[in-house]
Structure formats: C-alpha cells, structure tokens
C-alpha cells in the first residue's frame, strides 16, 4: 500500500513513517523541506500521484486567529487533490474533546478541520489523541520564570508521541473509519500535578504554583480533555515516559 504522509517529518510524522514502511508498507514523506506546500497547493498532486491513502499530520503555525483560515485552506486544497488523484482514504489527527472548548481558538479550529473532511469527497478517518507527553516542556514554558511553573489544575489523560503515532499507522492501513477513533494515555493527572512529576524527576528546583487562570489549558474545565469509554487506552505512562 503506498501512503502519503503529508507533515512526514515532523514529531508524529516522522514515526508514522517509519512504523509504516517497516510493515511493508511504502510510506513516503511530504513536507515544505521536500517541496510541498499545502497552503499553496505547491507540489500536492506530484505528491499524491499513486497513492492508497493520505495521511495529513501538518499542523497550523499559530494557535491564534489564524488557525481557522490555515486548516481551511488546507483541507480544502488537500481534498480536492486527493479526488482528483482517486486516493481512497484520507486520515488527519485531531485532539479528544476538541468540540468541548469552545474558548479555545485552536480548538474550534481543529473541529473545522473534521467537519470539512467529513463533508468531503474522499472516505476518511479521524485518529483524535489526548495531549503528547513531549508537549510537557513547552506547556510549562509559557507560565514560568526562574521560580516558579504557574500550571492549572486541568485534567488530561496524555500519552507518548510513540502511541499516537502506531494508532496513526494502524487506521492508515485499515478500512476508512468514516468516523473517529479516540486514544488515550493510561493516566489521568491534574495538570499541574503532573508539572510537579516533571520537576522533581529531573531535579528542577522550581516550585509548581495552582493557578487556574494560567496558560492554554486554563480554557478546558471538568473531564473535556479526558478520553471517553469507547478510547483505545495505550500502555504507556509518564513515569516511564520520563525514565527513557
């Protein structure tokens, strides 16, 4: 099966890849470092050409106003190359309980994405996962200083970047879901608990302060961001996640 990975070399891209073409699969990347730019349409169809499935796990540069607009133009070129190419299945990732914070700009912008590939032409599926463990640093870099990590006590259900991508992988190469698949972490923590984890296992001697205002997650409240029943929880735990 010769799938597209469009965002092929980035964090989840890149691993996608390589679990695809170890399963005999033959996975080829496309990024704006091999000459592809899905905004313009720039290097799609060459892209595309022969291929079973595309994979789109191209992000948006900015979680403001402007994400709305990316993921639009985006789908709608990406869609429209993928019919024309005859591509029988289309996957993206999106994020569990994306439709339950509104607040969040980028959020919205993420349930745009769905719905413009649900009201497509191509057959599809969504692989929506919880918050990435390798997210952690940044999460806490936006509310920090010397000092102190101000964090909310938001919960999340995270998992490692190694467990979205195999889920990727595997709705790649199967049927076209025409829904959505969910997957999760293991653990649920409090967000700032977790921040807490992250220090001490690495003998950073900042203090995590509660605050409920602070940062992205400060919007999302009560269970949205934790997976629901029908979830594929994959094994992988923080702790662990850390020791590596």
Known sequence: MKIAVIGGTGLIG????KILNASGHEAVPHSPSTGLDL???????????????????????????????????????????????????????????????????????????????????????????????????????????????RLP????????????????????????LRGTRNVAGPEVFPLDELGRITLATRGDQRTVVTDNSAGLFAAASGDALIAKEDAVIFKTTYREFLAR
């Open 14 to 17: 890149s691993q996608v890849v």
């Open 39 to 149: 905004l313009s349409g720039k290097g799609l169809s060459e892209a595309l050409t022969g291929a079973d499935v595309v994979v789109n796990l191209t992000n948006s540069p900015t979680f403001d106003e402007a994400s709305p607009a990316f993921f639009q133009t985006t789908m709608d070129n990406l869609l429209a190359a993928a019919d024309d190419a005859g591509v029988g299945h289309a996957v993206i990732l999106s994020i569990v309980g994306a439709e339950l914070v509104p607040d969040l700009v980028y959020y919205r912008a993420k349930v745009l994405q769905e719905d413009i590939l649900k009201a497509g032409p191509v057959p599809y599926s969504i692989v929506r996962a919880t918050q990435f463990f390798e997210f952690m640093d940044a999460t806490m870099s936006w509310t920090s200083d010397e000092h102190t990590v």
């Open 153 to 176: 006590a938001t919960l999340i259900q995270p998992m490692a970047s190694a467990d979205v991508a195999q889920a990727v992988a595997d709705v790649a190469v199967g049927a076209p």
